[in-house]
């Protein structure tokens, strides 16, 4: 039996097929520094940011790169994953989750249903992506008012935004993982002239069941139960995928278009011995689905996306120095599946987003942008376990982003207004409410090397349909779960953040370093409250609100210490608590050193880090381990059109038993064993 795994839609920049490492001789960070962040519409560098920001491309992007966009940014600064296997995992921002952390698919939304449930795979492939970009913090208002943690935006080149002077480039890429049995092999090309471009791809990625240090479960009066030891049952997955673009760039800017098509099927570990007994006595199953139910292993998710894109850029001469325009729209499902193969939920998800963002020149020595944001979505989930009534939400958001230059530096000011409004079928309430947020900020150069920058904002934040809605048994998360609409007379309260960010960064010749503290003070924080009442057989959790207060730091030193010799060394902490008690899934405190060798023709390095145990959450407590990874990567000119690029990387290579704090499955789902990763890359130029 072979399932499907989440494939990408479109993949990579608009002149190679896949996103290849530079051959620079410079390090790593210096590389990044100089990266315009699309996220931020006035053209700044990480660097150059009042927020803290970050950029993965190349050479880091290659070797992190795995099969969900949490996992893929997991290890970096500030940042964990959801973690519900190999598959379905989100981005962990500075202990935010879900709906706060906003994920864009090329500067819009991606229109899914992750946000609403850990299980459900966001669906973009990192190992495809350009780019992916991360600004942390409450105050990135321009992308909407939920994402109190941060934005994560994926760059991935579907439309090209700028002329293909070549009739063909490409590349084929095949790669395999020990602790999958993973297989993948993906393929693109791109071409254009006389300023029409076009780009097309397509991918297919088979895996099994990962291999783990020891037993999946954490408890040991279990463990005897366990069938496997090594194994972590029900993770298995396949995929398939295919994008075509097409766009005309001119000298005023760029109009384009794409659609892109995936189907995947992935298994919901953790959760195989409660369903393995009920799958062998149930019937077949429903037509096109008993396939997936001859192991026996557990609940399954197949699911299917098309996706339409359309994006243009046009730069006036005048006041408006450039408008920007986006669009997208998906018609999203998946079923989740029983081991015999019954249909216990169908997922319907019909959405779309279009913003229209203008840059002005200089008012009184302010330039800056402003924009509207519309989405429409049309979500429902009907089966015996569907714990979400069915939803028409809509939305509209003004946002404003301003900044004026000093002699030393920058002020910023930034402001949103969004309107939302929620309408479930049945006898539930409509939600209506509009929020009202507000950011500023200041960058400050002290000498050439040195600044220092700082960022106040306050957001207030909409809850979304799971936590207004759910009522039912979520067998995913093994929870009961009640919404605030649930209860009866409901008194819902604004979330209102007051974040704080202040930051001092250093980058010279050879060394560079950066320090990031934050304070967040939230009113009526919406979050899960788990209780020891069952129901159904499940921990019964419910919404509700509560003051909370999150806070942490983030540090980073990077040095050449010699020729071609890069060291880093990084560290972080979050705490985040109510007034009453700890907040649950929170990541610990981590420490991490690296050294990497670089050269034009081949680089190789070393990275370990130290998870400390998590003591201070009201969930699942996880002991200490240590990440150890190291990967080579070699680069082979022909000295003709084509190229090839050579990369191999272990993971995990002390064999550790490591679980995510930040996973609702901490107890039942370990992160792979050791593994290594080998891939071959041709290259067309």
Same mark, same amino acid.
């Given at each position: 039996?072979?399932?499907?795994?989440?494939?990408?839609?479109?993949?990579?920049?608009?002149?190679?097929?896949?996103?290849?490492?530079?051959?620079?001789?410079?390090?790593?960070?210096?590389?990044?520094?100089?990266?315009?962040?699309?996220?931020?519409?006035?053209?700044?560098?990480?660097?150059?940011?009042?927020?803290?920001?970050?950029?993965?491309?190349?050479?880091?992007?290659?070797?992190?790169?795995?099969?969900?966009?949490?996992?893929?940014?997991?290890?970096?600064?500030?940042?964990?994953?959801?973690?519900?296997?190999?598959?379905?995992?989100?981005?962990?921002?500075?202990?935010?989750?879900?709906?706060?952390?906003?994920?864009?698919?090329?500067?819009?939304?991606?229109?899914?249903?992750?946000?609403?449930?850990?299980?459900?795979?966001?669906?973009?492939?990192?190992?495809?992506?350009?780019?992916?970009?991360?600004?942390?913090?409450?105050?990135?208002?321009?992308?909407?008012?939920?994402?109190?943690?941060?934005?994560?935006?994926?760059?991935?080149?579907?439309?090209?935004?700028?002329?293909?002077?070549?009739?063909?480039?490409?590349?084929?890429?095949?790669?395999?993982?020990?602790?999958?049995?993973?297989?993948?092999?993906?393929?693109?090309?791109?071409?254009?002239?006389?300023?029409?471009?076009?780009?097309?791809?397509?991918?297919?990625?088979?895996?099994?069941?990962?291999?783990?240090?020891?037993?999946?479960?954490?408890?040991?009066? %279990?463990? !005897? /139960? @366990?069938? *496997?030891? &090594?194994?972590?049952?029900?993770?298995?997955? $396949?995929? +398939? #995928?295919?994008? =075509?673009?097409?766009?005309?760039?001119?000298?005023?800017?760029?109009?384009?278009?794409?659609?892109?098509?995936?189907?995947?099927?992935?298994?919901?570990?953790?959760?195989?011995? %409660?369903? !393995? /007994? @009920?799958? *062998?006595? &149930?019937?077949?199953?429903?037509?096109?689905? $008993?396939? +997936? #139910?001859?192991? =026996?292993?557990?609940?399954?998710?197949?699911?299917?996306?098309?996706?339409?894109?359309?994006?243009?850029?046009?730069?006036?001469?005048?006041?408006?120095?450039?408008?920007?325009?986006?669009?997208?729209?998906?018609?999203?499902?998946?079923?989740?599946?029983?081991?015999?193969?019954?249909?216990?939920?169908?997922?319907?998800?019909?959405?779309?987003?279009?913003?229209?963002?203008?840059?002005?020149?200089?008012?009184?020595?302010?330039?800056?942008?402003?924009?509207?944001?519309?989405?429409?979505?049309?979500?429902?989930?009907?089966?015996?376990?569907?714990?979400?009534?069915?939803?028409?939400?809509?939305?509209?958001?003004?946002?404003?982003?301003?900044?004026?230059?000093?002699?030393?530096?920058?002020?910023?000011?930034?402001?949103?207004?969004?309107?939302?409004?929620?309408?479930?079928?049945?006898?539930?309430?409509?939600?209506?409410?509009?929020?009202?947020?507000?950011?500023?900020?200041?960058?400050?150069?002290?000498?050439?090397?040195?600044?220092?920058?700082?960022?106040?904002?306050?957001?207030?934040?909409?809850?979304?349909?799971?936590?207004?809605?759910?009522?039912?048994?979520?067998?995913?998360?093994?929870?009961?779960?009640?919404?605030?609409?649930?209860?009866?007379?409901?008194?819902?309260?604004?979330?209102?953040?007051?974040?704080?960010?202040?930051?001092?960064?250093?980058?010279?010749?050879?060394?560079?370093?950066?320090?990031?503290?934050?304070?967040?003070?939230?009113?009526?924080?919406?979050?899960?409250?788990?209780?020891?009442?069952?129901?159904?057989?499940?921990?019964?959790?419910?919404?509700?609100?509560?003051?909370?207060?999150?806070?942490?730091?983030?540090?980073?030193?990077?040095?050449?210490?010699?020729?071609?010799?890069?060291?880093?060394?990084?560290?972080?902490?979050?705490?985040?608590?109510?007034?009453?008690?700890?907040?649950?899934?929170?990541?610990?405190?981590?420490?991490?050193?690296?050294?990497?060798?670089?050269?034009?023709?081949?680089?190789?390095?070393?990275?370990?880090?130290?998870?400390?145990?998590?003591?201070?959450?009201?969930?699942?407590?996880?002991?200490?381990?240590?990440?150890?990874?190291?990967?080579?990567?070699?680069?082979?000119?022909?000295?003709?059109?084509?190229?090839?690029?050579?990369?191999?990387?272990?993971?995990?290579?002390?064999?550790?038993?490591?679980?995510?704090?930040?996973?609702?499955?901490?107890?039942?789902?370990?992160?792979?064993?050791?593994?290594?990763?080998?891939?071959?890359?041709?290259?067309?130029?």
């Amino acid at each position: 039996m072979k399932r499907k795994l989440l494939p990408f839609i479109g993949v990579s920049s608009a002149l190679v097929m896949l996103p290849l490492p530079g051959h620079s001789e410079e390090g790593t960070e210096q590389n990044i520094e100089e990266i315009v962040v699309t996220a931020a519409p006035l053209n700044r560098a990480a660097d150059e940011l009042t927020q803290p920001a970050l950029v993965l491309d190349d050479e880091d992007l290659l070797k992190r790169a795995t099969n969900s966009i949490g996992e893929t940014l997991a290890d970096q600064l500030g940042m964990s994953a959801t973690y519900f296997g190999p598959v379905a995992g989100r981005p962990v921002i500075r202990g935010q989750e879900g709906s706060r952390v906003t994920v864009l698919d090329g500067g819009t939304s991606t229109l899914d249903v992750a946000d609403l449930s850990p299980d459900h795979a966001v669906p973009i492939e990192p190992l495809f992506a350009d780019r992916i970009e991360v600004i942390r913090g409450a105050g990135t208002l321009l992308y909407g008012s939920s994402g109190a943690g941060g934005v994560v935006n994926v760059i991935d080149g579907r439309i090209p935004e700028t002329a293909i002077d070549k009739p063909i480039t490409g590349a084929v890429e095949v790669r395999s993982d020990s602790a999958t049995e993973e297989r993948a092999v993906a393929a693109r090309l791109d071409g254009g002239a006389g300023g029409l471009n076009w780009h097309v791809d397509a991918f297919d990625r088979q895996s099994e069941d990962i291999e783990i240090k020891g037993f999946a479960t954490a408890d040991p009066d %279990e463990r !005897e /139960e @366990e069938e *496997e030891k &090594g194994r972590l049952l029900n993770s298995e997955g $396949d995929a +398939h #995928g295919y994008a =075509g673009g097409i766009s005309w760039t001119g000298e005023k800017g760029f109009i384009g278009a794409s659609v892109s098509r995936y189907e995947a099927t992935y298994g919901i570990p953790g959760e195989g011995h %409660e369903h !393995e /007994e @009920e799958g *062998e006595e &149930g019937d077949e199953g429903e037509e096109g689905h $008993d396939e +997936h #139910g001859d192991e =026996g292993a557990g609940p399954f998710i197949d699911l299917e996306q098309t996706r339409v894109d359309v994006h243009g850029v046009y730069n006036p001469d005048g006041f408006i120095e450039s408008i920007r325009f986006k669009f997208g729209h998906n018609d999203y499902e998946h079923v989740e599946v029983e081991p015999d193969g019954a249909i216990a939920t169908l997922f319907e998800n019909d959405a779309w987003e279009g913003r229209v963002e203008a840059m002005h020149g200089e008012v009184a020595g302010w330039r800056g942008a402003l924009g509207v944001q519309l989405t429409d979505r049309d979500f429902s989930a009907v089966g015996e376990e569907a714990f979400i009534a069915p939803t028409e939400s809509q939305s509209w958001g003004l946002f404003l982003l301003e900044e004026f230059e000093f002699e030393r530096g920058r002020f910023e000011l930034g402001g949103r207004v969004e309107r939302t409004k929620h309408a479930p079928v049945g006898d539930l309430s409509e939600f209506k409410e509009t929020a009202f947020s507000a950011a500023a900020g200041v960058i400050v150069d002290l000498s050439d090397e040195f600044h220092v920058s700082a960022n106040l904002s306050r957001t207030e934040r909409n809850p979304n349909i799971e936590e207004l809605y759910a009522n039912g048994a979520h067998l995913a998360t093994g929870l009961f779960e009640v919404g605030l609409f649930a209860v009866e007379d409901p008194e819902i309260e604004e979330e209102i953040t007051i974040n704080l960010d202040a930051g001092l960064h250093y980058h010279g010749d050879t060394l560079g370093w950066q320090v990031s503290v934050f304070y967040n003070d939230i009113s009526d924080y919406i979050f899960r409250l788990e209780t020891d009442i069952e129901v159904d057989e499940l921990p019964l959790t419910f919404y509700l609100q509560d003051d909370a207060t999150f806070y942490g730091i983030e540090a980073e030193v990077t040095a050449r210490v010699a020729d071609h010799w890069d060291i880093r060394a990084f560290g972080d902490y979050v705490r985040g608590k109510t007034d009453d008690d700890d907040l649950p899934r929170i990541q610990p405190m981590r420490l991490g050193a690296s050294l990497d060798y670089v050269r034009e023709s081949w680089s190789a390095g070393v990275e370990a880090i130290f998870h400390a145990e998590q003591d201070d959450i009201a969930s699942f407590q996880t002991d200490s381990f240590t990440m150890l990874g190291a990967h080579v990567t070699l680069h082979v000119d022909t000295g003709g059109p084509l190229g090839f690029d050579v990369f191999l990387k272990g993971s995990n290579l002390l064999d550790e038993e490591a679980r995510r704090s930040t996973s609702f499955l901490a107890a039942n789902v370990p992160l792979p064993g050791a593994s290594v990763q080998f891939g071959v890359r041709a290259r067309l130029k």
